[in-house]
């Protein structure tokens, strides 16, 4: 597959970030599948802090306005409806509401969190539990979050 056509197929796999899958497809060609998350893993381990911090910053809210208006990318919103997001009701959506700006204005990016399997439960006890994190730590644990979701994006576009 041409790099470009990789880009094409793969550039969304991490949050409005094709720059990822560009970096990934110069580890080709990969030996397995695992052998690909690893190279989209070390695409993002290997950007320096400020595009790790524009790619944390491209991730939506979780249960958020664009969420809730339909503008988010469709694994996106596959993701938060599989957690059952999408069906929310008021009290909830005012806590998740709540609870995403004050992480916003804590740590500068929207809560992560790779809800694959996730209930809205635990994912709010993430919630609450993270935002006592420094911002060092929080930063790396938003990091991890996403090699999670680009993980399993990719695990379950391509055969192993």
Request: charged share 25%; with cysteine.
């Amino acid at each position: 597959m041409p790099p470009e056509r990789f880009v094409h197929c793969f550039g969304d796999i991490a949050e409005h970030a094709a720059w990822v899958a560009q970096a990934a497809a110069e580890a080709r060609p990969f030996a397995s599948r695992d052998a690909m998350i690893a190279a989209f893993a070390a695409a993002v381990r290997d950007a320096g802090p400020e595009r790790q911090l524009h790619l944390l910053r491209s991730h939506p809210d979780l249960a958020g306005k664009a969420a809730r208006a339909g503008t988010i990318t469709a694994d996106s919103r596959r993701e938060q409806s599989g957690a059952g997001l999408d069906s929310l009701d008021a009290e909830e959506f005012t806590r998740f509401t709540t609870l995403n700006e004050r992480y916003r204005r804590t740590f500068g990016f929207p809560f992560i969190l790779a809800v694959k399997s996730a209930t809205k439960q635990q994912i709010l006890a993430a919630f609450e539990s993270r935002l006592g994190n420094s911002p060092e730590a929080e930063r790396a644990t938003a990091l991890s979050q996403v090699l999670r979701i680009i993980r399993f994006r990719l695990e379950e576009r391509v055969l192993p």
